[in-house]
């Protein structure tokens, strides 16, 4: 069983940062992609960036600039550094692996941005 498990999240003014962090354990297989998704309520879950194991990231096209997603292999950990936060970025933020097994999803993490 693949445990994920975000931390970090919380309010923040408009213009602020905020860094989230996701741990993952528990898997017999190496993990491979990692990312962050966000979702709104009533809304699908969206990408907000990911990274491979070999540290090749992917953003959408909302948070460019602004997040960099980053890895600590050893730790199985991934990172996510959010800067000029907009009230938009409010959401729930989820973690997510890949393994060989299949993908796996953290319980969540809620960021609130005020204006």
């Known amino acids: 069983q693949v445990h994920v498990v975000e931390s970090g999240g919380g309010l923040v003014q408009a213009g602020g940062s905020l860094r989230l962090s996701c741990a993952a354990s528990?898997?017999?297989?190496?993990?491979?992609?990692m990312g962050w998704y966000r979702q709104l309520p009533g809304k699908q879950r969206e990408l907000v960036a990911t990274?491979?194991?070999?540290?090749?990231?992917n953003y959408a096209d909302s948070v460019k600039g602004r997040f960099t997603i980053s890895r600590d292999n050893a730790k199985n950990t991934v990172y996510l550094q959010m800067s000029s936060l907009k009230p938009d970025d409010t959401a729930v933020y989820y973690c997510?692996?890949?393994?060989?097994?299949?993908?796996?999803w953290g319980q969540g993490t809620q960021v609130t941005v005020s204006s």
């Open positions: 997510n692996a890949l393994t060989a097994r299949g993908y796996y």
């Open positions: 528990g898997s017999r297989f190496s993990i491979n992609t």
């Open positions: 990274i491979t194991s070999g540290g090749s990231t």
